[in-house]
């Protein structure tokens, strides 16, 4: 007799036989895993977002500083300081030249003068200046360079400036040693020029604001018989002595 185990018979004639249990090895085998980017991308964006939060916020505060700024300038509104020459005094000018002719080939400058500069500052806030630098030239050559220190400008104030020039037998040749040894013999006279670039930035609220270029030119004409200054005149303005 057949064993009834395999095809038992089921209601309303049913003889389909039953399906084979599932291996759960197998099972586990062939399941596949999806990759989760939920969590990633919501990473990504929550960065671009704080990005761009902080770049506003920047921008934000570079503009409230440039407001700042411009409202402050124009509360203030700066203005260019004047550092001009006051007073030249010659402590000592000596010419030499190893050819007597009168039109020699070589000559020698010996020069010592004491410059007074006056610095004014016109603004309600004060001014920082840089070294400032100065030249003493004869028909373009220069002979001596002086430097003064910089130096802080309360509001509104006048301060006096001192620069000394110390020239040590500075040589010329040519057309030159002829016009210094002419100037010097014939006309009493040697015209010198200055020239100065000074440095000034404007403080407010402890903050420097871009520098600004103060430029001094200056003639000045010194009397080698008599030892001291005969004219001097800065920018249009002229002072005979």
Known sequence: MASSSSSRPIANGDH?????????????????????TSYHSSS????????????LLFSFLALLVLAVVLVIILA?????????LQQVGVQYMGINSPDPNPNPTSASLSLNIRMLFSAENP?????????????VMYRGIPLGKASVAGFFQQAHSVREVVATIAVDRANLIQADAADLIRDANLNDRVELRVL??????????????????????????????????????????????
Not at 44 to 55: E, M, R, V
Not at 125 to 132: A, D, N
């Open 16 to 36: 389909r036989p039953r399906p084979p249990p599932s291996n759960p090895i197998n099972s586990n085998r062939h399941q596949h895993y999806y990759p989760t």
């Open 44 to 55: 990504s964006a929550s960065f671009k977002g704080c990005c761009c939060c902080l770049f």
């Open 123 to 135: 603004n309600k806030v004060g001014i920082k200046y840089g070294e400032s630098r100065f030249t």
């Open 76 to 84: 203030v509104k700066p203005k260019k300081p004047q550092f001009d």
């Open 196 to 241: 100065g670039d000074v440095g000034a930035k404007i403080r407010v609220l402890n903050i420097d604001s871009p520098g600004v270029q103060v430029s001094v030119d200056c003639a000045i004409v010194i009397s080698p018989r008599k030892q001291s200054l005969t004219y001097k005149q800065c920018g249009f303005d002229g002072l005979s002595v």
